[in-house]
């Protein structure tokens, strides 16, 4: 897009890394979709470890409130105005810091492991179902530094790091002016999958809940040749992904459980590896 066309929220994206906060809809439906989703942790999902895979690895295709949420209307609206009027979308994961948990998640790029052949048109949303705050643990992103391209990462253990591969970079430069992305329910943000990002513990007495979405547009194509995803708006010209035929019209959709198994199969062949990381 030419720069002198572009909205203000593609020039701030363009030259920050990010933009915040974005209106996506009211504080009353962001509740809405907490309650659905807590009603599931006290019913037929529970809080455990099965949950977390569930949660983590594209919700939208097994839970309807998850698919509503990757397709909804001012989501797709600002993120079109950065990457265009197609829109697929290739992961999403629903992030819930519980209270009082200390667990960081290091810096990081989002894009660092994922297996595209063009980063620099694909983004993450982060759509806010509760108050996000530096004291509960919210994202913090170095402001620019998606300019640089790819930064060295180390690994650790995933067991106490809420990325998959304990990807993480030590000390990355304007780590100290890192700016904390606050919202409020109903509120999201946007930021490029080179830009540098991490978030300390929850030190409150509440859950921070968010989900996050990564959208491409179709003629990204996966490196592995084989990778799936979901067209959400507009057309996919160039048929680079499989289809992910799973609609799920309830909260949990046992009838899409096999189409999100041989979804989650074919992604962790192509960027995972062979096992599911443990949540």
Same mark, same amino acid.
């Given at each position: 897009?030419?720069?002198?066309?572009?909205?203000?929220?593609?020039?701030?994206?363009?030259?920050?890394?990010?933009?915040?906060?974005?209106?996506?809809?009211?504080?009353?439906?962001?509740?809405?979709?907490?309650?659905?989703?807590?009603?599931?942790?006290?019913? *037929?999902?529970?809080?455990? *470890?099965?949950?977390?895979?569930?949660? !983590?690895?594209?919700?939208?295709?097994?839970?309807?409130?998850?698919?509503?949420?990757?397709?909804?209307?001012?989501?797709?609206?600002?993120?079109?105005?950065?990457? =265009?009027?197609?829109?697929?979308?290739?992961?999403?994961?629903?992030?819930?810091?519980? *209270?009082?948990?200390?667990?960081?998640?290091?810096?990081?790029?989002?894009?660092?492991?994922?297996?595209?052949?063009?980063?620099?048109?694909?983004?993450?949303?982060?759509?806010?179902?509760?108050?996000?705050?530096?004291?509960?643990?919210?994202?913090?992103?170095?402001? =620019?530094?998606?300019?640089?391209?790819?930064?060295?990462?180390?690994?650790?253990?995933?067991?106490?790091?809420?990325?998959?591969? =304990?990807?993480?970079?030590?000390?990355?430069? =304007?780590?100290?002016?890192?700016?904390?992305?606050?919202?409020? $329910?109903?509120?999201?943000?946007?930021?490029?999958? !080179?830009?540098?990002?991490?978030? $300390?513990?929850?030190?409150?007495?509440?859950? !921070?809940?968010?989900?996050?979405?990564?959208?491409?547009?179709?003629?990204?194509? $996966?490196?592995?040749?084989?990778?799936?995803?979901?067209?959400?708006?507009?057309?996919?010209?160039?048929?680079?992904?499989?289809?992910?035929?799973?609609?799920?019209?309830?909260?949990?959709?046992?009838?899409?459980?096999?189409?999100?198994?041989?979804?989650?199969?074919?992604?962790?062949?192509?960027?995972?590896?062979?096992?599911?990381?443990? *949540?």
């Amino acid at each position: 897009m030419d720069t002198a066309h572009q909205s203000h929220l593609a020039q701030t994206f363009a030259r920050d890394g990010y933009a915040f906060p974005i209106d996506v809809m009211t504080a009353a439906d962001a509740a809405a979709f907490h309650t659905r989703i807590e009603a599931l942790e006290s019913g *037929p999902i529970g809080r455990g *470890p099965e949950a977390q895979r569930l949660y !983590r690895f594209k919700p939208h295709l097994i839970f309807a409130w998850a698919a509503e949420l990757v397709r909804h209307p001012k989501v797709l609206d600002a993120v079109a105005e950065i990457i =265009g009027p197609d829109i697929m979308v290739w992961a999403a994961g629903l992030f819930i810091k519980e *209270p009082h948990d200390p667990t960081p998640i290091k810096w990081h790029q989002d894009g660092y492991h994922m297996d595209l052949s063009d980063n620099s048109r694909a983004l993450r949303a982060w759509v806010a179902l509760t108050e996000t705050t530096a004291a509960n643990g919210t994202m913090h992103v170095i402001e =620019g530094s998606h300019h640089a391209g790819f930064v060295p990462h180390a690994e650790d253990d995933y067991a106490r790091h809420l990325a998959l591969r =304990g990807e993480h970079i030590e000390d990355p430069d =304007g780590a100290g002016t890192a700016v904390p992305v606050t919202l409020q $329910p109903g509120q999201m943000s946007l930021h490029h999958v !080179r830009t540098i990002h991490g978030s $300390p513990g929850n030190t409150t007495g509440t859950r !921070r809940m968010t989900l996050a979405i990564t959208y491409l547009p179709p003629g990204i194509r $996966p490196r592995s040749g084989r990778d799936t995803a979901t067209l959400v708006r507009g057309r996919d010209r160039h048929g680079h992904w499989l289809p992910e035929p799973a609609h799920p019209s309830e909260d949990y959709d046992l009838a899409c459980t096999e189409a999100h198994r041989a979804s989650m199969q074919i992604r962790l062949a192509a960027y995972h590896g062979a096992a599911m990381p443990h *949540p």
